[in-house]
T-cell receptor
Framework: AQSVSQHNHHVILSEAASLELGCNYS??????LFWYVQYPGQHLQLLLK??????LVKGIKGFEAEFIKSKFSFNLRKPSVQWSDTAEYFC??????????????FGKGTKLSVKP | DVKVTQSSRYLVKRTGEKVFLECVQD?????MFWYRQDPGLGLRLIYF???????EKGDIPEGYSVSREKKERFSLILESASTNQTSMYLC?????????????????FGPGTRLTVL
């Protein structure tokens, strides 16, 4: 069965530090990749997504992610975090079964705490 | 502005009660989903629906059922609530994937219902 692994359960950084959150998936075919964020007390919202083309994807709030097919990875990065980036981050993968709808498979999430 | 609403933010029920969680979206989306979110487990798909009156089991359907009588509304039903169903329940919706495009459309999430079963 397909799965998504997020390597870090909880990451603690100081403001202005660089961020990289790992995400690996287990499927060799065509995938659609997503990062969602959940700020404290708020609903999940999309940060960025990758379908095809340029493997470096830019999202909202200065986040970006790089799809590396050979490593089955889609790591999330931000050069300089802010206190307001404190949130839980979820990587999700959709396995593309041709014409089927497919569903999202979520990782277990990574909590990011940014110290002011 | 796109919107997915859920009937309650917080709900407390007793073991054995029948529980209804309602979700409404105003984006004319074909697809609707119910997830539960638990600490350390991420989001797990309970049921989903690609059309009115249509439903499919997700990864953890046991103890749950769903109803989709209208396109905009997707209900999750706990037939007989148990303490292990205490959780955060999230509803989401998305447009139908374009045939052959391979692009899964973004899912939009509601604010969640935190259910406690005593």
């Amino acid at each position: 069965a397909q799965s998504v692994s997020q390597h870090n359960h909880h990451v603690i950084l100081s403001e202005a530090a660089s961020l990289e959150l790992g995400c690996n998936y287990s499927y060799g075919g065509t995938v659609n990749l997503f990062w969602y964020v959940q700020y404290p007390g708020q609903h999940l919202q999309l940060l960025l997504k990758y379908f095809s083309g340029d493997p470096l994807v830019k999202g909202i709030k200065g986040f970006e992610a790089e799809f590396i097919k050979s490593k089955f990875s889609f790591n999330l990065r931000k050069p300089s975090v802010q206190w307001s980036d404190t949130a839980e981050y979820f990587c999700a993968v959709n396995v593309n079964y041709g014409g089927s709808q497919g569903n999202l498979i979520f990782g277990k999430g990574t909590k990011l705490s940014v110290k002011p | 502005d796109v919107k997915v609403t859920q009937s309650s933010r917080y709900l407390v029920k007793r073991t054995g009660e029948k529980v209804f969680l309602e979700c409404v979206q105003d984006m004319d989306h074909e697809n609707m989903f119910w997830y539960r979110q638990d600490p350390g487990l991420g989001l797990r798909l309970i049921y989903f629906s690609y059309d009115v009156k249509m439903k499919e089991k997700g990864d953890i359907p046991e103890g749950y059922s769903v109803s989709r009588e209208k396109k905009e509304r997707f209900s999750l039903i706990l037939e007989s609530a148990s303490t292990n169903q205490t959780s955060m329940y999230l509803c989401a919706s998305s447009q139908r994937t374009s045939g052959g495009s391979g692009k899964l459309n973004e899912q939009f999430f509601g604010p969640g219902t935190r259910l406690t079963v005593l």
